[in-house]
């Protein structure tokens, strides 16, 4: 019987740890951004007088999305705004960086 070479166990173990890790930091990242976003939605639902959501960049679009614009809103031809807003990673992360919640003394 013919034997096959195979892949080294310390290079499967090495394979495992990279994909686990990275798909770890991606879970935690998604769950930080959710939060951010939810928040943010809150603040500018109160803000807008109406329910707003806002979106923030996943890892992907932080990491290849550069524009000039720091967030964008969508209007109708009416010239309404629509119920939701997209933010670049700049304005994300500083907003993050702020944590003011609405029941903050600080929040406006």
């Not at 990275?22 to 935690?28: E, M, Q």
């Not at 990242?29 to 923030?56: M, T, Y």
Request: some cysteine; hydrophobic content about 35%; charged content about 25%.
């Amino acid at each position: 019987m013919k034997r096959y070479p195979t892949t080294p166990l310390g290079l499967k173990l090495g394979i495992a740890f990279v994909l686990i890790g990275a798909f770890g930091w991606w879970g935690l990242d998604r769950a930080d951004r959710l939060g951010n976003e939810r928040r943010l939605s809150s603040i500018a639902s109160q803000i807008a007088g109406r329910d707003v959501e806002v979106h923030c960049p996943g890892p992907i679009g932080r990491a290849l999305g550069q524009d000039t614009l720091e967030g964008s809103v969508s209007f109708d031809a009416a010239g309404n705004p629509a119920d939701e807003t997209k933010l670049r990673k700049t304005s994300c992360a500083e907003l993050d960086a702020l944590d003011l919640r609405p029941d903050d003394p600080r929040f406006p």
